[in-house]
């Protein structure tokens, strides 16, 4: 009797436990960073998506090699994925960033060099 009522009493003490975690949890930024990487793991280029209002992207391009990467911003709809734009960075000095107003949830990236080097994210 008791061992049951020991078990009971933990039980209801995870569950309370577990309740005032969630409450307190401080609430998280949905920024995202996706990296853009050849075969050899060289970086070619990075995008930052920024929750905010309005949404804003950022896209960088790290090598000196004469090739660009381009950022897009896509929303999802009945017929599939719809770019809201996208942004090109050649590796000047700074990044290129793009702003948009309507909900973007999805991010894609890639190297406007030779190969079919992409990547994406959902946000």
Not at 46 to 70: A, E, L
Not at 74 to 89: R, V
């Amino acid at each position: 009797m008791f061992t049951k009522l020991m078990k009971r009493a933990m039980i209801v003490c995870v569950l309370m436990a577990s309740v005032v975690v969630g409450i307190a949890a401080p609430a998280q930024a949905a920024n995202k960073t996706i990296i853009l990487s050849d075969i050899d793991g060289r970086q070619l280029g990075y995008m930052v998506f920024y929750d905010s209002d309005p949404q804003k992207f950022k896209v960088c391009d790290t090598q000196r090699d004469g090739y660009t990467v381009t950022g897009q911003a896509l929303w999802q709809s009945a017929n599939g994925h719809i770019p809201h734009g996208d942004t090109t960075d050649g590796n000047d000095k700074g990044c290129n960033t793009m702003v948009f107003r309507v909900d973007s949830d999805q991010m894609r990236l890639w190297w406007n060099g030779p190969g079919k080097i992409s990547t994406f994210a959902n946000i």
